[in-house]
């Protein structure tokens, strides 16, 4: 009979949820720590008294191939996943005041997009169907995005429609980023888009109910300074574990662990850089977009990087009859955005918007900030990117740095959780 060990799990997003879950089913005793007052990170829910369903922190849907995350939910007996096929589109400057939304979602969509010849689609077109339909190979990391596409699909491809789109996410850093990284968008990406009855919060609620059902024991709003080693045991808050998986953001982990990992695994780990996530929620009386639910802003005169029109995924009914869109940035820390108060977004951006619809009051307005959110996918990463293992034996790390080359995910999360579970298994 396997021995049960006292795992401590740092971090109660979707990564620690899932770890702690499978952990807890494999026996082991399991003791989830999280320094907000609240479990799941940013697909944590919020709710306005008039709304019948909470809204996440930060735009979430899944795909419907997150096979890790659907397969997870039936797991748990939770059934409230649904599809719907909104549309994906782009915002393009034609003239000095005239602006185009712009279908992209599918290839029919492509072939369409006026900007580029036919010529240059033809060659394109081929080309993003490879990166579609075919695995991951190591040329893309030996290559930029920016290098691939010239080469491949021609400069007016990466001038025209691809600059800009990687200039709003990775900014200055924009002609960096690997072609994985562009690989990965392409291939992962389908026109069914889910959501979750009730919201994320229905599925966090879920999982929680079920990892109490397992003998977990979370302790919510609980500060981790600093992680001792004293023999085989690490002590957390004067508390004795067998072994420890960090879930949390890299740079965290790096001062809370630096007492016991290696100076040059710390090293490594400060070579890693990020973008932090600036959302703004807009409650309005109309829609800012009336058919699209995913905006891609690509005109450098617009300063949004993307616009989610929530309630055309999602029933305005369940909001109070209003509608809800999300405006996305990853920004620098020392971004003026990310300095400003909700109400100075606001301000800054209602002229902006009002490009797109003038015929819209914002009735409310919420702001979020998800530090180190978005990697600097470039050559450096791939060199000091975390690993589950460590050179400590029995302290594991399972972050959404390690969903590379994907965009970090619900669904990559609750993967991370599994796969960390079976190998601590494993080992401890």
Do not use: C
């Not at 019948?52 to 659907?70: C, G, M, Q, V």
């Not at 001792?228 to 790096?254: H, R, W, Y």
């Not at 620098?332 to 902006?352: A, F, N, S, W």
């Amino acid at each position: 009979m396997r021995e049960i060990k006292k795992i401590a799990v740092l971090g109660g997003g979707f990564t620690g949820l899932s770890a702690s879950y499978y952990l807890a089913k494999k026996g082991h005793k399991v003791t989830l720590i999280e320094k907000s007052d609240v479990l799941g990170g940013l697909a944590v829910g919020f709710k306005e008294p008039h709304w019948k369903w909470p809204l996440e922190r930060a735009y979430h849907h899944l795909f419907s191939n997150d096979t890790d995350i659907i397969r997870f939910a039936k797991e748990i007996g939770f059934d409230r996943i649904f599809f719907k096929s909104p549309s994906t589109d782009s915002l393009y400057k034609e003239s000095k005041n005239n602006y185009r939304i712009i279908p992209v979602d599918s290839p029919k969509g492509f072939l369409l997009f006026p900007y580029l010849s036919l010529k240059d689609k033809i060659q394109a077109g081929l080309v993003l169907g490879f990166l579609k339909f075919f695995p991951n190979i190591p040329l893309y990391e030996k290559i930029t995005a920016e290098e691939f596409t010239k080469k491949y699909m021609g400069k007016n491809v990466w001038n025209i429609f691809f600059k800009e789109l990687f200039r709003k996410k990775f900014g200055k850093y924009a002609g960096k980023i690997l072609a994985s990284f562009l690989w990965a968008r392409i291939h992962k990406r389908t026109k069914k888009l889910g959501y979750i009855e009730e919201g994320f919060q229905s599925l966090i609620d879920h999982v929680e109910k079920k990892l109490r059902f397992e003998k977990g024991n979370l302790k919510i709003g609980i500060s981790v300074d600093t992680i001792k080693k004293q023999g085989e045991k690490f002590i957390i808050n004067g508390e004795e574990f067998d072994a420890v998986v960090s879930t949390l953001p890299t740079p965290v982990l790096i001062k809370i662990a630096d007492k016991i990992l290696p100076t040059e695994s710390i090293k490594k780990l400060r070579q890693l850089q990020y973008l932090h996530a600036l959302v703004l929620i807009l409650e309005t009386d109309k829609p800012i977009v009336h058919k699209t639910y995913w905006l891609n802003i690509a005109s450098k005169d617009i300063p949004i990087m993307i616009l989610g029109q929530h309630t055309n995924l999602i029933d305005k009914k369940y909001y109070g009859g209003n509608h809800i869109a999300y405006i996305g940035y990853y920004l620098e820390k020392d971004d003026p955005l990310m300095k400003m108060t909700k109400e100075e977004l606001v301000d800054h951006l209602r002229p902006y918007l009002k490009i797109l619809n003038s015929q819209f009051s914002i009735l409310n307005s919420f702001r979020f900030v998800g530090p180190f959110a978005q990697p600097i996918f470039d050559k450096n990463f791939l060199e000091n990117k975390p690993d589950f293992k460590t050179p400590v034996k029995g302290f594991y790390i399972a972050n959404l740095d390690m969903t590379y080359p994907y965009d970090r995910g619900t669904n990559y999360a609750v993967k991370l959780g599994r796969e960390v579970a079976d190998l601590v298994t494993r080992e401890v």
